[in-house]
Nanobody
Framework: QVQVVESGGGLVQAGGSLRLSCAAS????????MGWYRQAPGKQRELVAM???????NYADSVKGRFTISRDNAKNTVYLHMNSLKPEDTAVYYC??????????????WGKGTLVTVSS
């Protein structure tokens, strides 16, 4: 079995910073892409940032220059460093990881989400 667990959400004032973490654990042979998505109330889930196994990244236009995604392959962990937070960043943030278990193919795994609330 594989688990993907986020941590680090919370309440922060506009202009502040937070760091989200997401750790994958279990029967993991390899991890390809890892990413962060978010879903605000009444809106669809959207991609925030993604990092590939080789280290290349891409970001939503709305967070470019403010958020940084990174990963520690030895720990099967991905991070999202969020700076200059705005009220419109308020959402549940979900971690996604493309993971191959031993003897199987790659499959997407999702965490349960962590709430980020930015007050004005």
């Amino acid at each position: 079995q594989v688990q993907v667990v986020e941590s680090g959400g919370g309440l922060v004032q506009a202009g502040g910073s937070l760091r989200l973490s997401c750790a994958a654990s279990g029967n993991i042979a390899s991890i390809d892409d890892m990413g962060w998505y978010r879903q605000a109330p009444g809106k669809q889930r959207e991609l925030v940032a993604m990092i590939r196994n080789g280290g290349s990244t891409n970001y939503a236009d709305s967070v470019k220059g403010r958020f940084t995604i990174s990963r520690d392959n030895a720990k099967n962990t991905v991070y999202l460093h969020m700076n200059s937070l705005k009220p419109e960043d308020t959402a549940v943030y979900y971690c996604n990881a493309n993971i191959r278990q031993y003897g199987t193919f790659y499959k997407d795994y999702w965490g349960k989400g962590t709430l980020v609330t930015v007050s004005s």
